[in-house]
């Protein structure tokens, strides 16, 4: 992937919270024909068209310009190949503002990187009617998030079927259409 799709892949992340994953990505194609990467410009009035409603678009708006300002720093954790995936993934749980473990997983996924859990309310259905809970569990920490990740490795790798895979088919199975 390009370097500065990954910029886009970041904004499209950074968007999805309490939206459309489908309007998300209209945003994303629109920032990328805006060149915002380079140009910066507001973007407001796009994160509130009706077409493509994106909500909390003031805040998400600040975000995605101060992910435009510390890119350079973003793309240094992204090509460091001495960490980890999950210190990737904390390095920007912990650099980019409106990421946490769910985000930054999803974002690194977006990007090619695998073996991260993307734990959502989809795979948390799944995972209960597939018997490894009995109730949906919380993930509100780190430690718990961790904790639902480290359960839904040892289910793959119990049913034989990668973990990214599974999570692709369950988000599917959900929303009835696969997005990216």
């Not at 994953?21 to 796009?46: I, Y």
Request: a negative charge; one cysteine or more.
């Amino acid at each position: 992937m390009p370097k500065h799709q990954r910029f886009y892949e970041l904004c499209f992340c950074l968007m999805t919270p309490q939206s459309s994953a489908v309007h998300a990505s209209m945003v994303q194609t629109e920032l990328e024909k805006m060149d915002f990467l380079a140009k910066g410009q507001d973007v407001v009035d796009v994160l509130r068209a009706p077409d493509k409603y994106i909500r909390f678009h003031h805040t998400k708006h600040r975000r995605l310009h101060r992910a435009r300002e510390q890119w350079s720093v973003l793309e240094a954790v992204l090509d460091d190949s001495t960490i980890s995936e999950q210190e990737r993934r904390n390095s920007l749980r912990e650099l980019v503002d409106g990421f946490g473990m769910k985000e930054a997983s999803h974002f690194l996924r977006n990007i090619g990187h695998r073996g991260l859990a993307i734990i959502d309310r989809h795979l948390l259905t799944n995972l209960v009617t597939c018997g490894v809970y009995e109730e949906i569990p919380s993930v509100s920490t780190i430690k718990r998030y961790e904790d639902v990740e480290r359960s839904f490795t040892a289910y793959c790798v119990a049913i034989g079927i990668d973990m990214d895979e599974i999570d692709l088919l369950f988000w599917c199975a959900q929303t009835g259409h696969i997005l990216k």
